[in-house]
């Protein structure tokens, strides 16, 4: 069964500090990797996704993450982060597995940024 | 386009009691999901519907029913409620994994905050 653990559950950091999130899955066949973000009181929404194609995936509001398949790993990475991006991070998995499609979602992070 | 809405946002119950939770999205996806999302515990699938007139259990289905009743709707059905699934409840819509070329990105609803006394 495929997994995928996020090693932070909880990291607070003061504006302008580089940001990297840990996650990583279990899964040995073809996946798509996504990170979703849900800022206080509202719903997930889509910050970035590998599907194929170039590893370093860049999405919105300047976050960017790496694929590694050989660490099975998806690390989520903001060089300079700012106080609006306090928020819960969760970390998503599409395992491909012969047209079904099995999605997976890590525990989250939450992060909080100090002004 | 609305996207994905859930009704109602609050909600409060008795243990024991009945209610549906409704879901619609307006994005012709083929795919639908309720998920619960509880403290540490991140996202859980409860049940999903791959497509129109089916419907599959997820990781914690236990105590909940599920209906696709057309393309755009799917709804969540406790028959009885219990303290244990006062929770936030989250319907989502993909595109399914052969058809889509877009990475298969989920559109979640705004959730309903369900508190079972």
């Known amino acids: 069964a495929q997994s995928v653990s996020q090693h932070n559950h909880h990291v607070i950091l003061s504006e302008a500090a580089s940001l990297e999130l840990g996650c990583n899955y279990s899964?040995?066949?073809?996946?798509?990797l996504f990170w979703y973000v849900q800022y206080p009181g509202q719903h997930l929404q889509l910050l970035l996704k590998?599907?194929?194609?170039?590893?370093l995936v860049k999405g919105i509001k300047g976050f960017e993450a790496e694929f590694i398949k050989s660490k099975f790993s998806f690390n989520l990475r903001k060089p300079s982060v700012q106080w609006s991006d306090t928020a819960e991070y969760f970390c998503a998995v599409n395992a491909r597995s012969g047209g079904y499609q099995k999605v997976t979602f890590g525990t989250g992070t939450k992060l909080q940024v100090i002004p | 386009n609305a996207g994905v809405t859930q009704t109602p946002k609050f909600q409060v119950l008795k243990t024991g009691q009945s209610m549906t939770l409704q879901c619609a999205q307006d994005m012709n996806h083929n795919s639908m999901y309720w998920y619960r999302q509880d403290p540490g515990m991140g996202l859980r699938l409860i049940y999903y519907?791959?497509?129109?007139?089916?419907?599959d259990k997820g990781e914690v289905p236990n105590g909940y029913n599920v209906s696709r009743l057309n393309k755009r709707e799917f709804s969540l059905r406790l028959e009885s409620a219990a303290p244990s699934q006062t929770s936030v409840y989250f319907c989502?819509?993909?595109?399914?994994?052969?058809?889509?070329?877009?990475?298969?990105?989920?559109?979640f609803g705004p959730g309903t905050r369900l508190t079972v006394l």
């Open positions: 519907s791959a497509s129109e007139g089916t419907t």
């Open positions: 590998y599907f194929s194609g170039d590893p």
């Open positions: 989502a819509s993909s595109e399914p994994l052969i058809a889509a070329s877009n990475g298969n990105e989920q559109f």
């Open positions: 899964y040995g066949g073809t996946v798509n």
